[in-house]
């Protein structure tokens, strides 16, 4: 137990009689042994300080005062807790105001390396409109283009200094640019054409182009020279044909499209296929609907024909229509809202769906409105839909659907003419694949109803691959089809572009040349190269015939 006790003790410069009294605590179990006493006494033991005589009065010191003055100033332990909580305090702002000081020196390294990118983009630009002054420039470039003859290139077989992708402009071509070295004369005869049609798999910036060891100068220089030949090329080439066919200068105004077309009606203008439309009065069909309003706004939910609708999010996203994942109270649903008012995708879908006894085909319906149109896809019962791209089925799975909608819609005489995977949708049952369906049929042919349509230059979507020499211009248009499928699979299987090259063989996907290595598809590369080869080298063939040898390929894979 504690035991308290008075001792008088001198007040300093009052005299013996000026005493005052304090209290003190000492244990009664702690037999002299200065361990088990107060710290502040043990202190004074160790350190020499005790009892001292002064005057017949002892004076005991009850705690280190070497430690609580400052000089000739003694403090208390509050003050000496406020002193080291300051000091704590100073460090913890100090350390702070470095860690700033860091930070503000990255952000200011980053926004210099943004701001030379900023000026490095307008020098581009510059070189650019500049490049036609630099003839001397464009004689150290090689341009692979089939249109040149084998003469006008420069032979030898001297290393190349590099290559680099000039990625597709408005026109959808990329060539592959070969840049020679300074110091080697000649280049290569190689009959070599890479290029990326126009519906290319990854979008890309118009212009961009990936390059290995070049300098950012270097690659300005490159890319704007290169632009500046290529159009030279084009120009030189449409003048030497206008000379050879004997048009005269107003000829020359004419519209490329048009004069890719050979002057036949666009087979997607709104005009000549509502006309077609009115003839087979696709108005008075089940699930069409007349609304005498515009298009309504589309948020989280949207009234059609007295159904409500809740919209999840936005999938597709282009100039002309969009497309909305949503459902009903009871199925799923997709929702496309085209600015055009031509129910070309309800005549078209309908048109699949004709003599067909499967009901894996979703439900169509259409809401006309005074400037555009709605079509909805509806989930048939159990079922769901899905983004082709977003399946989790084997890429084989996948493709033999796909190949199986393009045998469905040729033998229906309908063309798709612009497969793609954004535009694609895959229909479950439970666990199982059973379908994939496009939700866009902007540029689809219905080959009975537009039976001028005979050749793949009447489609605006085969333009780019006419211009690269994929396809002739008077190649059956069910071609196109076949392109699109071999896009859509090559994205499915390696999940990039497809990079077309011509060789000794035809033409094929780059990634699938002879080339590249076989350990990409483990196995299955012959078959997926024999798949590629038939896609694109189609020509003087029927499309149906294609189809089934590509399906009977690919199925021996799934044994």
């Not at 003055?69 to 300051?86: D, K, N």
């Not at 895959?426 to 902007?442: I, M, Q």
């Not at 196995?523 to 590509?550: H, K, P, Q, Y």
């Amino acid at each position: 137990m504690w035991r308290w006790c008075l001792t008088p003790e001198p007040r300093e410069g009052a005299g013996s009689t000026g005493h005052h009294w304090f209290m003190r605590h000492v244990l009664d179990q702690c037999g002299g042994d200065s361990s088990t006493c107060h710290p502040i006494v043990c202190r004074s033991a160790k350190s020499g300080a005790g009892p001292e005589e002064e005057g017949g009065a002892r004076q005991v010191s009850e705690y280190c005062k070497d430690q609580l003055t400052r000089g000739r100033e003694e403090l208390s332990v509050e003050e000496l807790r406020a002193e080291r909580y300051f000091l704590q305090r100073q460090r913890n702002v100090e350390e702070r105001l470095k860690t700033l000081t860091e930070m503000k020196e990255q952000l200011s390294h980053e926004l210099e390396e943004k701001r030379k990118l900023l000026l490095l983009k307008e020098s581009q630009q510059q070189v650019l409109h500049a490049a036609a002054s630099r003839p001397s420039a464009a004689s150290s470039i090689l341009i692979d283009d089939e249109s040149q003859s084998t003469a006008a290139r420069p032979a030898g077989n001297s290393e190349l200094l590099n290559e680099f992708f000039l990625q597709p402009d408005d026109t959808g071509l990329s060539l592959k640019i070969r840049v020679q070295r300074p110091d080697c004369p000649g280049g290569t005869t190689g009959d070599h054409l890479l290029v990326d049609p126009h519906h290319s798999s990854v979008p890309q910036e118009p212009g961009s182009y990936t390059t290995n060891k070049l300098s950012p100068i270097q690659e300005t220089s490159v890319e704007a020279v290169a632009w500046s030949l290529l159009e030279d090329q084009r120009q030189d080439k449409n003048q030497n044909q206008d000379q050879i066919q004997g048009q005269d200068q107003n000829q020359e105004e004419v519209e490329p499209d048009h004069a890719m077309r050979g002057g036949a009606v666009d087979a997607c203008d709104p005009e000549a296929r509502q006309q077609l439309l009115d003839i087979c009065d696709v108005t008075s069909s089940p699930g069409f609907h007349c609304e005498s309003r515009p298009l309504p706004p589309v948020n989280s939910c949207l009234q059609l024909g007295g159904d409500l609708y809740h919209i999840y999010c936005r999938v597709v996203d282009e100039e002309m229509f969009s497309i909305y994942k949503g459902a009903t109270n009871d199925d799923n649903v997709l929702v496309k809202v085209s600015r055009c008012r031509v129910p070309w995708d309800f005549h078209q879908f309908r048109r699949l769906k004709e003599n067909s006894s499967v009901d894996s085909f979703p439900q169509i319906s259409c809401f006309l409105f005074l400037d555009g149109c709605i079509t909805v896809y509806t989930c048939p019962p159990d079922h769901m839909f899905t983004e082709l791209t977003e399946c989790e089925d084997s890429v084989v799975r996948k493709s033999l659907l796909l190949l199986q909608l393009v045998s469905e819609l040729h033998s229906r005489h309908l063309l798709h003419a612009a497969l793609r995977p954004s535009i694609l949708v895959a229909s479950y049952r439970g666990l199982n694949l059973e379908r994939v369906f496009p939700v866009d049929w902007s540029s689809s042919v219905d080959v009975d109803m537009q039976q001028d349509v005979t050749s793949v230059q009447q489609l605006s979507s085969a333009h780019s691959y006419i211009r690269v020499g994929l396809l002739e211009p008077t190649s059956p248009p069910q071609l196109v089809d076949l392109l699109g499928v071999a896009e859509t699979v090559h994205l499915l299987l390696t999940s990039s572009r497809m990079v077309l090259v011509k060789d000794h063989d035809g033409w094929t996907a780059e990634r699938f040349s002879q080339d590249e290595s076989c350990n990409m598809c483990p196995g299955t590369w012959t078959t997926w190269s024999r798949f590629f080869r038939s896609l694109l080298n189609a020509s003087g063939r029927c499309s149906m015939s294609v189809l089934s040898d590509v399906t009977e390929q690919l199925s021996l894979l799934l044994k």
